[in-house]
Structures are given as C-alpha cells and as structure tokens.
C-alpha cells in the first residue's frame, strides 16, 4: 500500500530549471513526495539524477522555480535530512575509522563547541547496528571494502535521525552481501520516513517502491512503477549500466512515443 | 651534545625545537590531510612580507611576520573559497608579491639587516629567550583552536560536501585553519627558515598518517617525530658544523623518503582490504 497524500509534502519541487555553466541540467521538474514514501529516480547518466539531489540539499540553487523541504528553506530544513553520497573521490590512508565517520550525522545536532555526547553515541550505535556496520566500527575507513563503506555512510546518514533520506546512487559499487542487506533496509526505513534515492537498477527493490520518476532533463514520468508506460517500465529490467543498443530507453526509442504515451 | 646545553643558546635552541614541534605536528597533520601543502607554502613565503614590514616600521619582525602572514593566508584562503578554478594561480602570485615586498621594504630601510638571513634559512640559535614565550603562547593558541574546533576540522578535511549538509559552517572553518597555518609558520621560521618550514610541516605528519589511523594519535606521532628530526638535526649540525636548519629538514628528509619505501614494503608483503574502487 502506498503511503496516504493528504498531508502536507516533505519535499515539493514546482517548476524547477537547474544548471552547470548555463547549459541545462533539469528543466521544468515539479513533483512531491510525501512522508514515507520510497522514490526510485532513474533514467541514464546524465539525465540530472544527483542534480536533483544537489538541489534537495541546498549543495545547488535552481535557475528557476522553487525547492521546498519541509514546508521550508533547503538550508534551514535540511538539519532533518540523511545524505548518503555517491562515492567519487577518496582518500584511502585518511585515519579515521567507521565509527568516527558515522559519528558525524550528528555534526548539526551538535552546533559548534559542543562536543558529542554519550546520546550521540547511542544513536551512532543504533544506526551502524541497523546497516550491519557495527562490527566494523573499530576498522580505519580506508580499509573498508565498497560495500562496507557504503553501509557505514548509510549509517552516518540514519545518525541525522532524519525524516528524509537521499541516496545518490546506493546500489552501485557494492557486493552482493551488501546489495541485499540496503535492498532489505530501504523498504524498512520507509517506514519511518520519506526515502529518494537514485539508482540505474531498480530490480529487486521495485515491489517496494511507491513511486518512480524517470528523469531525462525534464521529469518524463513521476508515478507508481505499475502505471509508468511500458518504455519506461522496460528500463527496470535493464542492468546497471544502461545501454542504449541492449536496452533502448525511453529516449533513444524516441522521445515523442513517451510524450505519447504520457498525454 | 651534552657539553653544548652548557650553552644557554643551546639550551634556547633546544626548546625552541620542542615547541615548534607541537605546531608542527597538530597544524601539518591537518595541512596534509586536507590537502592544503601548496597554500601554506604561500602561506610561509609571503610571511616574509611581515619581516620586511616589521624592519621598515622599525618593529618587531615577529609582530609584522604575525600580522602579514595573517591577512595572507585569510585572502589566500578566500582565494581558494570563491576562485576554485584558478585559486592555485592566484595563490602562486600571491606568494611571489609576499615575498618581493618584504625585499622592497627591507631596500628601503637603512641600517643594519644581517639578521635577514635567519629569516630565511633559520638560525634556531640565534633565537633570544623571548622567542620561547612568544612560542609558547602560539602554541597554546593554536592547541586551543584545535581542541575547541576538532569535530568540525575533521569532518570538513573527510568530507566538506557532508558537512555543508549538516550547516556546519564550513568557510568559516577554512579560514580558521589558514589561520591557524600562519601562526605555525611564524614560529616555525626561526628555526629552519621561510623557505623550507613547508617541508618540517609536512613530512612529520605525512609519515605519521602513514602509519596511524586516528587523527589525534597521527597528530601526537608528528610532533614526536617533529622533536626528533629537530633534536637529531641540531646536534648534527653541532658535531659537523653545518647549518641546522637545512640539517633538520634533510634528517626529516631521509626519514620520510624510508617510510615511504616501509609502507610500501608493508602494503606489498600484506595486501588486504577492497580492491581499488
């Protein structure tokens, strides 16, 4: 069952343009999401995915239009949100260990000269217990394996106690043990509050999303997964890295045909 | 060596070597995890401006050198916060005009500058005793900073992205840590010279992240290290008469070129971990 929309949205995007140097990224992207629900945003590289995401964090500003999160200001709002990044570059030998990563969630619930406390501690705890990284907590950040890491920063994500997570990308770069226990999370975490993540496979976890939105610069569909046209509905299946000439999208089977089949 | 503590210079030396180590090994911990080596190298050269400054308003050089490599690491800082592109270049001439105007100022100032040197090259025993309580306070400046910002320092050095999403003020930070970089450099110039304080920041720290994974402890690890280098290159300096700065930084020198073969030895013989993401 999908999540009731009577109250007020988490986060509502209306008539959103985003861009880098002037040449446009997103365009005309309106769309909500309400408190527990699971949204999948997918479409090919490119297609303005981690833009959106940028701009629910405040890390990008809109060229036009309006990015309200929790009825409020990005930069004021986003205290109440999880982030869990997409991992581009790293520093192996940085010596920290998991556990002092995950802590850092906490970093906006603890304003400047306030060290952590032992409350923090506990939700740290709590956190790394729920993405099974506790037992890696001792262990230097470096050392971790993808899939590892991506557990401990989920975790470093759940210690903001959000009421939204944003994941950019969780599912890529990870071990199937890893793969199957944030398949298994996602879904839970739903639960409690209002999930957008972006992901070029949706495969498993799709029964359990609410709504999908296929981003290709314009928002082409935003809806339940089973009412989404079958172009789109056919790139569920297609395997991390989409491929037009094994997968065909929605965009190279051109773009018209899912205007169509969106009028 | 023992013979030389006699020596109350060498005794002054020899604390000035400790002291400087505690600003060594905490601020170049963070230097070289953040990245920031290129900046605090023009953060060091355009101290120099300062001494020029201090000589030609017939002030303490130290006052100028405080001052100048202040503003200069505040606008470098700025630089490299709203010119990311170009900030290497801007700082690059920053560094250059530091560094020219603190000659200019000393052209235009008459009388006696042999002191000039020990600015440059160090001459940690040519340090009179109240160098050691100006050290002393930077010191415990700069432990202060530290201590009261380390969560926020930490977190913006692993991920600034992440800490931007949590409000920490980031700029802020940033500019507190060149600012923390400059009183370092202040007090790391007398003993072994603007040119080479680069280098007796850095490679104390680089070979402790080398071989700690806790940023207190590779903090900890530099300053022992930092001490060393200074004690073992001060008395190599005294037992074969050569300058002590350029000594300190060739002992920190060769010891950091035989970690960085170690550690490789060490990943070599053991591979663990996750294969390269």
């Known amino acids: 069952m999908s999540p009731p929309e009577d109250r007020a949205p988490l986060i509502a995007l209306r008539d959103v343009w985003a861009a880098y140097d002037q040449s446009d990224v997103l365009e005309n992207v ?6 527990r629900q699971l949204v999948a945003l997918i479409g090919p590289n490119g297609g303005g995915k981690t833009t959106l995401i940028k701009l629910l964090l405040g ?8 990015v309200s999160i929790l009825g409020g200001r990005v ?9 869990v990044p997409q991992e581009i570059r790293f520093d192996r030998e940085f010596p920290v260990s998991a556990w002092e990563v995950a802590r850092m969630g906490r970093l906006g619930r603890r304003g400047l000269l306030r060290p952590y406390t032992a409350q923090d501690g506990a939700i740290v705890e709590e956190a790394m217990e729920r993405t099974g990284s506790l037992h890696l907590r001792h262990r230097p950040i470096g050392e971790l394996s993808g899939g590892e890491r991506q557990r401990v920063y989920i975790a470093r994500a759940l210690a903001v106690q959000p009421r939204i997570l944003l994941l950019d990308e969780p599912l890529s770069n990870v071990d199937p043990e890893a793969r199957a226990i944030i398949q298994a999370l996602l879904p839970e975490l739903s639960q409690q509050m209002a999930i957008v993540m972006s992901s070029h496979d949706v495969g498993a976890i799709l029964p359990h999303v609410h709504r999908v939105g296929y981003l290709h610069q314009r928002l082409l569909y935003y809806g339940p997964p089973q009412q989404a046209p079958e172009t789109i509905r056919h790139t569920f299946r297609c395997p991390v890295d989409m491929d037009c000439e094994h997968c065909p999208c929605p965009v190279c089977a051109g773009e018209e045909h899912v205007q169509e089949a969106l009028a | 060596m023992i013979e030389a503590l006699q020596f109350g210079f060498m005794r002054n030396a020899l604390l000035a070597g400790l002291l400087v180590s505690v600003a060594c090994g905490v601020v170049g911990t963070l230097v070289v995890l953040r990245r920031i080596v290129f900046l605090s190298g023009g953060i060091a050269h355009a101290a120099y401006g300062g001494i020029g400054l201090g000589f030609y308003l017939g002030i303490d050089p130290l006052l100028g050198a405080i001052g100048f490599s202040l503003l200069a690491a505040l606008g470098m800082g700025l630089v490299e916060l709203r010119a990311r592109q170009r900030a290497d270049t801007v700082i690059g001439a920053m560094w250059a005009i530091g560094m020219a105007s603190g000659i200019i100022l000393l052209d235009l ?9 020990s600015y440059l090259f160090g001459s940690i025993l040519a340090a009179p005793g109240s160098y050691l309580w100006w050290m002393l306070g930077l010191n415990l400046l700069i432990l202060a900073l530290v201590a009261l910002f380390f969560k926020e320092l930490l977190a913006t050095s692993y991920d600034e992205t992440f800490a931007i999403t949590r409000n920490v003020p980031v700029e802020a930070i940033h500019l507190a840590m ?6 370092a450099v202040v007090m790391m110039m007398r003993v072994v010279g603007l040119i080479m304080v680069i280098a007796l920041l850095t490679m104390p720290a680089a070979i402790a992240v080398q071989w700690v994974k806790n940023v207190k402890w590779a903090m900890l690890l530099a300053t022992g ?6 004690l073992a290159g001060l008395w190599l300096s005294y037992s074969l008469n050569l300058t002590s700065g350029a000594t300190i930084i060739l002992v920190a020198g060769v010891a950091y070129l035989l970690s960085l073969a170690l550690s490789r030895l060490r990943r070599a013989s053991a591979p663990r971990g996750a294969p390269a993401a």
């Open chain 2, 225 to 230: 290290l930092s001490a060393l280098f200074v």
């Open chain 1, 75 to 83: 930069e004021r709002a986003r205290a109440q949100v999880g982030y």
């Open chain 1, 30 to 35: 309106s769309l909500e999401v309400y408190d």
């Open chain 2, 109 to 117: 100032t008459s009388g006696y500058k042999a002191d000039l040197m």
């Open chain 2, 178 to 183: 060149v600012g923390l970089i400059a009183l």
């Open chain 1, 59 to 66: 890390l990008l500003t809109p060229t036009r239009g309006q």
